[in-house]
């Protein structure tokens, strides 16, 4: 049986059954997910063009959730026992319910469309005061924003000057291109990687955060990852980009 095959039986299985089959389905220790604590024996594939060992199969995380959450865990001070309002914007599910029940009430979920976010919000015209949140992690978001700058500066006027901000967008051009005359999604599709992306950033991403007044500490899979947990974890093909941690 292949994985369509598995997956057509799936979507007719109760829940209970369903996770149990998976488990088996996936039995193994060649792939770790380090959000749901699992190992398996393949991941799998995701997007436009399958990626092979893209998404964990129990939670749902790619590449860059899985890289992201080693970085918060190992690099930073996000779960130390010390109080944190945290800002997480366009919460993905994998991190969204771990992130609840590590950082509490202090933590808020936002996005401009989703209506299952604890706020509403345009990310160009945040509705809270200067110096509100001690972190702001915002993933694949920016290269939707036509004014990026704009969100970018209200990220830094929100967050507080002790405070960090991850702020992850895809590299994927020499340099970033974008033209907002295109408004065809067919057009952006074929310029931009998506039909709702108005940009195609590059390595001079970092020089638009620098703009707005933020220092940025720039981190690739090798600076935190040995090669083994970058195999095992499946993050080392380049999908999983790089981070971007921003401070005042």
């Known amino acids: 049986m292949d994985w369509s095959s598995l997956h057509g039986l799936l979507r007719k299985t109760p829940a209970p059954l369903k996770t149990s089959i998976k488990r088996i389905w996936y039995l193994g220790r060649h792939r770790y ?13 995701f997007g436009g063009i399958p990626r092979t060992d893209a998404m964990c199969p129990f939670c749902g995380s790619l590449e860059r959730h899985r890289l992201v959450w080693r970085y918060f865990t190992d690099c930073t001070d996000l779960f130390d026992p010390r109080p944190k309002k945290m800002l997480h914007v366009a919460p993905e599910r994998c991190l969204e319910a771990r992130f609840k029940k590590k950082i509490g009430l202090s933590y808020l979920t936002a996005d401009l469309l989703d209506p299952e976010v604890m706020e509403k919000m345009d990310i160009t015209a945040i509705q809270h005061p200067a110096d509100s949140f001690d972190v702001i992690y915002c993933s694949h978001v920016l290269e939707h924003v036509a004014d990026d700058r704009k969100a970018m500066r209200e990220f830094r006027r929100v967050l507080r000057s002790t405070g960090w901000a991850v702020l992850l967008v895809p590299i994927s051009a020499e340099r970033t291109i974008e033209d907002p005359s295109i408004t065809d999604p067919a057009e952006r599709l074929r310029l931009f990687g998506q039909e709702d992306h108005v940009r195609r950033y590059g390595p001079d991403y970092v020089d638009r955060l620098h703009e707005v007044g933020f220092k940025v500490k720039c ?3 090798s600076d935190f990852l040995t090669e083994e947990e970058a195999v095992r974890m499946a993050v080392g093909t ?3 980009g790089q981070i971007f941690h921003c401070t005042k």
């Not at 997910?33 to 190992?39: A, V």
């Open 219 to 221: 981190l690739s899979v």
């Open 33 to 45: 997910c380090p959000i749901c604590e699992r190992s398996a024996r393949v991941f799998l594939p």
């Open 238 to 240: 380049g999908q999983a």
